[in-house]
């Protein structure tokens, strides 16, 4: 029998290899690697990816049912990295495509439209119309060289008939093309401004020009303090990236950096190489356009959130992940990837300069820096030698129980607006208050999906969970003993909001939080409103300390200091010391110096006087030794499994099974629990987890291997996800 051409499909399914179909004659001459396929599977038909195309046997094999792209969305090199990414992760090669692209590509849904616009240019030898009408759109035309029919709308009253009849004459050329959706649209471009590199900042770019040169792959730490100009490093490497015929891809931790970053690049490159926005703030037709874009290779230069890590860029030459530290790299759900470390493997693969820039880089980052595995930069100065702020630390144990802000603190905030300053409050819990208790009885009100407390929330009159959204109406009766009495308890962001304007009614008080964010385009209002001084003082979660640049800021007041402090979690030293130090990095960025005032229960701990003296290698030296005496990151490896299913009998008994079965098997890992994970229910399942834990990777490696022979010791309606390098254990 001749052979065919066969097809080695990704199914978007849980599977857990690719599938081979046979490629009919009539698809041949179209089937290009990175497309989307349609293909049969089992009784019903699936959306697939076609990885691999070779002549083959086809005897047995189904065929491809439909083509559904015209262009491939990924180029074939992106193969190699996907793969990679699914025996890493331990999660279905289809699934992860599918997480990769964006909305309407993914393959379930349809993708978006594709908009078409008409475009009119004066013909260079047609005479110019007799008619007054015909005349005026010639003559805007001819100055503009072309006009689309959606400029000229707005320009002219019912232009439609007139063109119809200038294109009839001879005087125009009418073409369609097809028209983006452009996210930048309505914002003007900033005006750029450049700087005179500083001694480090110039160290640093001769290191990262030599790597572009050798053209090989070349990791760095780029550590920076808070305002030491580490964006300015990256503008300029990555002009030296593009002067090389390459490509660059920066990712940002937080979608609400976005524009920021976007308004530096489009005011330092303008439309040289084309840039490109992906992430999940954008419109489904914004994402499907610029991924598009990006596959036709017409973008050099991609800004986006963890996701844009996988945009099909061909001639990667830089990478930069700016805040590195930031936890939100780590997708929670599904393909559960870090973007970091997947930026890494890229670089990897691309031989690319990969630069990860933070003023608190990860324990992990610093000590592959520390021992020669990562380049290290550091700029240990801020821009204009400006000073770092003064932090205080204010005991809470001296103020009377129940007073949210400290005398020092009023009086800090009162110093600041007289002197027509600005000031940043970070209390990193939103909503009114964490929860409502009735006073009578002591009842609280508890998610029925989650079994936590419900955060209310005054100015919608809910309570609210913030890991399901289920919402409900607070009763004006406690519903346990019917008193009167329910009050809130606690402060959120909303509260503190409110107690300030109580305070200094004056002031001009803005909130940003993730309720005052989630329209379109109102993290950014917030943003302008604080670089206009239109704002005196800004209250907000930890969104108000990461990489915002406020130069009327001086004051930056932290309340509840300790609430990430006491996670259960081993990493809550280092989160807790990162956000101190990124929240008082806001503070004293213009001509005045700035100060800091943290309210602490526990200002003795070292994650705080550290944070309090801008001492990182203090910070790193403490939290290592701990991390080194029981085995965790970067001393050791971790991964997490979760059980969940709707009974807890079946979870509990599965989870045994399987800690048992593991225990059995494992060489060299140590094998924790099962045990109730601390959130142990959530969405309405019933959640456990096994922590498997090794002082090296391969031996977590072949025990992983395993679990496909293992699963069928989980009873059914119990899922099982696998957590490769887990940052939080909730």
């Avoid at 009578?440 to 989650?450: E, L, Q, S, W, Y």
């Avoid at 955060?455 to 289920?470: A, M």
């Avoid at 930056?556 to 956000?579: C, H, K, M, Q, Y």
């Avoid at 391969?698 to 496909?708: A, C, D, E, I, M």
């Amino acid at each position: 029998m001749s052979e065919s051409l066969v097809a080695l499909v990704a199914v978007a399914a849980p599977l857990d290899r690719p599938l081979s179909y046979l490629v009919p004659p009539a698809l041949q001459a179209r089937a290009v690697v990175g497309m989307r396929l349609r293909v049969p599977l089992g009784r019903r038909s699936a959306v697939g990816y076609l990885l691999e195309l070779a002549p083959g046997e086809a005897t047995g094999l189904k065929e491809i049912a439909e083509l559904l792209d015209e262009a491939p969305l990924f180029p074939p090199a992106m193969v190699a990295f996907f793969r990679w990414a699914a025996d890493y992760y331990q999660f279905p090669l289809g699934e992860v495509i599918r997480t990769a692209l964006p909305a309407g590509l993914s393959g379930r849904g349809s993708a978006a439209p594709i908009l078409r616009e008409k475009f009119y240019r004066v013909l260079p030898h047609g005479e110019r119309p007799s008619g007054a009408k015909q005349r005026e759109l010639y003559d805007h035309i001819l100055a503009r060289s072309e006009c689309s029919l959606s400029a000229l709308r707005e320009a002219f009253a019912a232009p439609h008939a007139p063109l119809a009849r200038l294109v009839e004459l001879g005087c125009l050329e009418l073409r369609e093309a097809e028209r983006l959706r452009d996210p930048f649209l309505s914002q003007a471009v900033p005006a750029d401004r450049p700087v005179v590199p500083t001694a480090e900042q110039a160290s640093a770019l001769a290191a990262l020009t030599l790597a572009l040169e050798q053209g090989t792959f070349a990791p760095f730490l780029l550590h920076g303090v808070t305002g030491s100009g580490k964006t300015e490093v990256y503008l300029r490497a990555i002009a030296e990236t593009l002067d090389r015929g390459r490509q660059a891809l920066v990712l940002v931790p937080e979608i609400a950096l976005t524009p920021q970053l976007v308004g530096r690049f489009r005011a330092r490159f303008g439309d040289r190489g084309g840039l490109a926005v992906l992430h999940s703030g954008l419109s489904d037709g914004e994402r499907y356009d610029a991924w598009r874009t990006i596959a036709r290779g017409e973008a050099d230069i991609v800004i986006g959130a963890r996701s844009a890590v996988f945009a099909p860029l061909e001639r990667l030459g830089m990478l930069v992940v700016d805040e590195e530290h930031e936890a939100s790299y780590k997708q929670g759900e599904g393909f559960r990837y870090h973007a970091r470390d997947l930026a890494l493997l890229r670089g990897q693969m691309a031989g690319a300069t990969v630069l990860l820039g933070s003023a608190t880089p990860s324990v992990t980052t610093f000590e592959r820096a520390r021992s020669g595995q990562t380049g290290y930069l550091a700029l240990q100065q801020r821009a204009e030698a400006r000073p770092l702020p003064a932090v205080e630390l204010v005991d809470m144990r001296t103020t009377p129980f129940g007073e949210v802000l400290s005398a020092q603190l009023v009086s800090a905030l009162e110093e600041t607006l007289a002197a027509g300053e600005q000031g940043v409050l970070l209390l990193n819990r939103r909503g009114f208050s964490p929860y409502l208790l009735c006073a009578d009885c002591g009842a609280t009100f508890r998610c029925p999906n989650c079994e936590i407390t419900l955060t209310y929330h005054q100015g919608r009159r809910q309570l609210r969970c913030h890991y399901c959204d289920y919402v409900q109406t607070p009763p004006e009766l406690c519903p346990a003993c019917f008193g009167g009495n329910v009050m809130p308890e606690g402060v959120g962001t909303e509260r503190l909001e409110e107690s300030l304007v109580a305070l200094f009614p004056a002031a001009r008080i803005g909130r940003m939080d993730r309720d005052t964010t989630g329209r379109k385009g109102a993290h950014q209002e917030l943003v302008s409103a604080m670089e206009g001084r239109q704002l005196d003082l800004l209250v907000g979660t930890q969104m108000v300390a990461k990489g915002h640049d406020f130069p009327g800021v001086t004051l930056v007041g932290v309340i509840n200091a300790d609430t990430t402090l006491n996670f259960p979690d081993f990493r809550s030293a280092e989160r807790t010391f990162s956000l101190l130090t990124q929240v008082a990095g806001r503070a004293g960025r213009g001509e005045r110096p700035g100060r800091v005032l943290i309210q602490t229960y526990t200002p003795e701990h070292y994650a705080l006087v550290c944070a309090s003296g801008h001492d990182y290698l203090a910070f790193y030296e403490q939290e290592f030794a701990f991390r080194q005496e029981l085995g965790y990151p970067p001393c050791g490896f971790l991964v997490n499994l979760v059980l969940a299913g709707n009974e807890p009998p079946r979870v509990n008994q599965s989870a045994t099974a399987l800690a048992t079965a593991l225990e059995r098997i494992a060489a060299s890992v140590e094998v924790l629990g099962p045990a109730p994970c601390p959130l142990a229910r959530l969405r309405g399942k019933t959640r456990f987890q096994i922590l498997l834990k090794s002082a090296t990777r391969p031996p977590l490696r072949r025990l992983l291997l395993q679990l496909p022979t293992l699963r069928s010791l989980i009873s059914s309606g119990v899922s099982l996800t696998v957590d490769v390098d887990p940052v939080d254990m909730f």
